[in-house]
């Protein structure tokens, strides 16, 4: 199998943040809550769509 080296950077990316939260998923999350808090500017703002159930045609409202 090739390397691919965007998967390569992603993967090392991965361990990085992972290394730099302790290793755990909780870590993790706990790092990811304070990067948000420090930076709310960069997060993506969503709107909640609504829709109806599929029986009744699938259709936004």
Request: hydrophobic content about 35%; glycine content about 8%.
């Amino acid at each position: 199998m090739k390397s691919d080296p965007i998967v390569e950077e992603i993967r090392a990316s991965r361990r990085r943040l992972l290394r730099k939260a302790g290793g755990t998923l909780q870590g993790l999350a706990r790092e990811l809550r304070a990067w948000e808090a420090e930076h709310p500017e960069r997060l993506a703002k969503v709107r909640r769509r609504r829709w109806t159930r599929a029986g009744e045609g699938a259709v936004k409202r």
